[in-house]
Antibody, heavy 122, light 107 residues
Framework: IQLVESGGGVVQPGRSLRLSCVAS????????MYWLRQAPGKGLEWVAV????????YYTDSVKGRFTISRDNSKNTLYLQMNSLRTEDTAVYFC????????????????WGPGTLVTVSS | IVLTQSPATLSLSPGDRATLSCRAS??????LAWYQHKPGQAPRLLIY???NRATGIPARFSGSGSGTDFTLTISSLEPEDFAVYYC??????????FGQGTRLEIK
């Protein structure tokens, strides 16, 4: 089982970036998926969650209206579209899988990727 | 729900017993997990729902507690156990919330 994030980089405030997370070793369509982040010197912060079939999604308050989580199960890929980026969005972004399968989602994250760094700076 | 971990840093030697605490601002029942995180690596699920070890986690890791007070115990530290540990609640989500972390360092 592997999750590999990509798409990070340096971007100016107000600009956009799309992160990808490619899953292998399991069937993505059976699992709820998450994005989380860790700002420099800080702890882990949940960002967004999407149900296994894309039917529900939730966001932390600080990114609502700016970030969109989505998935393409046919490509085994999870996405995070980040618009109107702010300096406080600077962080390592992780994707992670829910422990439960076949339609369940229990907010327990059993596999994570190593992360991709997003730096928002002018 | 705010999770507060203590201590912030724990300095121990290989072979020692480690006890890490996590306190919730309101009850989370048994819905608390623990993760291990090393710099530059993916976080790793250790314990879920207070006391269930995740797949492949050694028996030296154990969890206990209920309601608002929880403990992660590492019975005999191995060199690879030195890392940052986070607790996380799923009792009332979203949002999912994490504690601020405990850094377990070699004495």
């Amino acid at each position: 089982i592997q999750l590999v994030e990509s798409g990070g980089g340096v971007v100016q405030p107000g600009r956009s970036l799309r992160l990808s997370c490619v899953a292998s070793g399991f069937t993505l369509s059976n699992y709820g998926m998450y994005w989380l982040r860790q700002a420099p010197g800080k702890g882990l912060e949940w960002v967004a969650v999407i149900w296994y079939d894309g039917s529900n999604e939730y966001y932390t308050d600080s990114v609502k209206g700016r970030f969109t989580i989505s998935r393409d199960n046919s490509k085994n890929t999870l996405y995070l579209q980040m618009n109107s980026l702010r300096t406080e969005d600077t962080a390592v972004y992780f994707c992670a899988r829910d422990l439960e399968t076949f339609g369940g989602i229990i907010a327990t994250l059993d596999f994570w990727g190593p992360g991709t760094l997003v730096t928002v700076s002018s | 729900i705010v999770l507060t971990q203590s201590p912030a840093t724990l300095s121990l030697s290989p072979g020692d017993r480690a006890t890490l605490s996590c306190r919730a601002s309101q009850t989370v029942s048994i819905y608390l997990a623990w993760y291990q995180h090393k710099p530059g690596q993916a976080p790793r699920l250790l314990i879920y729902d207070t006391s269930n070890r995740a797949t492949g986690i050694p028996a030296r890791f154990s969890g206990s507690g209920s309601g608002t007070d929880f403990t992660l115990t590492i019975s005999s530290l191995e060199p690879e156990d030195f890392a940052v540990y986070y607790c996380q609640q799923r009792s009332n989500w979203p949002p999912i919330t994490f504690g601020q972390g405990t850094r377990l360092e070699i004495k």
